[in-house]
């Protein structure tokens, strides 16, 4: 079946730092790919999404490619901020409108 | 993008009881779904909430233990039955419009089960 399998976390960086976290899946047809954000004692916040093979989505300085080839849809920054730790979640669209998750990265951004 | 609330936001109850969480959304939506998040892990999908029909849930979750119920477009209710410390999660709802595969989650609620 459908599955996405993401980077163990906790990452670590320190501010200014470049960050990636990777994402790779499983699936078949074409799914859309989602980056979803959870900040501590938060809901979970769209970050962004793409729909098709070679769309980037990009949202608040983050950005990740939809990439067929090697299944993957890394999440990268230029340059963290503290106030972007948070938990990072990577997901498909499946069937019936239902969401397939990874587990969740934990990132932690030091001063 | 949708507004949506969720009530209560968190709760510490006593094992053997129950709790209904309310998810209230700004506008129409075509679908509902109700979240477990155990401390630590990633989301479990419960289950879909219909409008006008019974809830679909997934394998391992049961009408009995969390009846759902959504009355109209705009609400649904979730309610964990004889609870158990092991029910201590947050519970999110979340929602997508017009048949799109996006979702956009509540707030969500943080249950304690002593």
């Known amino acids: 079946g459908d599955s996405v399998t993401q980077m163990e976390g906790p990452v670590t960086l320190s501010e200014e730092a470049f960050l990636t976290i990777n994402c790779t899946y499983t699936?078949?047809?074409?799914?859309?790919l989602f980056w979803y954000v959870q900040y501590p004692g938060e809901g979970l916040q769209l970050l962004l999404k793409a729909t098709k093979a070679d769309d980037k989505g990009s949202n608040k300085g983050f950005e990740a490619t939809y990439r067929k080839e090697t299944t993957s849809f890394h999440l990268e920054k230029g340059s963290v901020q503290v106030s972007d730790s948070a938990v990072y979640f990577c997901?498909?669209?499946?069937?019936?409108?239902?969401?397939?998750w990874g587990a969740g990265t934990k990132l932690i951004i030091k001063p | 993008s949708a507004v949506i609330s969720q009530k209560p936001s968190r709760d510490i109850c006593q094992r053997g009881t129950s709790l209904t969480i309310q998810c209230q959304v700004d506008s129409q939506v075509t679908m509902m779904f109700w979240y477990r998040q155990q401390p630590g892990q990633s989301l479990t999908l419960i289950a879909t909430?219909?409008?006008?029909?019974?809830?679909?849930?997934e394998s391992g979750f049961v009408i009995d233990k969390f009846p759902i119920s959504r009355p109209n477009l705009t609400f649904s209710t979730l309610t964990v039955s004889n609870m158990s410390p092991e029910d201590s999660s947050i519970y999110l709802c979340?929602?997508?419009?017009?048949?799109?595969?996006?979702?956009?989650f509540g707030p969500g609620t943080r249950l304690t089960v002593l």
């Open positions: 997901a498909l669209s499946g069937s019936n409108y239902q969401l397939i």
């Open positions: 909430a219909n409008q006008g029909s019974e809830a679909t849930y």
């Open positions: 979340s929602v997508n419009r017009d048949t799109t595969d996006t979702q956009y």
């Open positions: 699936a078949t047809g074409y799914p859309s």
